[in-house]
């Protein structure tokens, strides 16, 4: 059954990948999506309770954890919240805006929860084994840690420098050196890179991945985009991330008054998987958390 649920997972990746080019048309700017881009979910909401108020810029702050559900709506907190949801579609929007990419968030209690959530599901349903690191944030490591500790026979090894790839796409690496990657690599990438800011080559690093075999064969690309988020970086997922990982408490929060972490994916299925791990888990964030990150989004423009 583990060998099934591989196997559909990576021609789902490959599926996406295929379709994320194909499909869509070009968003709006940042500034209207930042704004905007929760109206529908607002819209369904009202339509719900029987309101007829007009779209809240700055939602109530909803603590409940339990609902009254009908018609789809919200339940128990750690499936379904209404302010995390609105919050999932802004930063949805915004890392989709300006390209063509179908973009989905999924908000988390921590980056360091994100990240674990990242690896399990590339380890557990999508068929990867092992997990190329090199530098960068120290709790990524910390996380990679735990796993190991749980996981038998898992491998970190160091993600191949961007001059080690180029001399292997090219064919001038020489025929003895083991092809520095291999099906089942998770290629990790920060960029920038903390703390000295190192920019990776995601291009790259998805030619390398597809030389290897790509998502049919468990290679993936991850990035950690957290020192760069949108807007001054955007369209990793149409360059060649199958996964974007954010510490939303640094930049995208903006107040050191926000714990917490997001995933963006690029597909219906991997969302899905991923959303049911999050409730079985309970790695959600609070009320207060979505509520204050949403808050930042709306005005991230002005960074």
Known sequence: MAMVAAMRSRLIFSSCRALRYAS????????????????????RARARDGSHHELDIAPPLGVSTTFETADGGPGYS?????????????????????????????????????????????????????????????????????????????????????????????????????????????????????????VSDVVLYRRAADAAGGAAAGVFVVVDSTFAPPPAQTGLLERGADLVMHSTTKALSGHSDALGGALLVPCAEAYAALRAQRTALGAVPGSLEAWLLLRSLRTLELV
């Open 24 to 43: 869509g048309t070009p968003r709006d700017a940042l500034a209207t999506v930042a704004v905007h881009a929760d109206a529908q979910h607002d819209a």
């Open 78 to 198: 750690r499936a379904t919240a209404p302010t995390r949801e609105r919050c999932e579609r802004v930063l949805a929007s915004i890392e989709a805006a300006g390209g063509t990419a179908d973009v989905r968030a999924l908000l988390y209690s921590s980056g360091a929860a994100a990240t674990y959530a990242a690896l399990h599901y590339l380890l557990a349903e999508a068929g990867a084994t092992r997990l190329c690191i090199s530098g960068g944030y120290h709790g990524t490591h910390v996380v990679a840690e735990q796993l190991r500790r749980i996981r038998a026979g898992l491998e970190i090894a160091p993600l191949p420098a961007e001059l080690q790839l180029r001399s292997w796409l090219d064919g001038s690496l020489a025929s003895v050196e083991a092809p520095p990657v291999r099906p089942g690599d998770i290629l990790w990438v920060e960029t920038p890179k903390n703390p000295a800011c190192e």
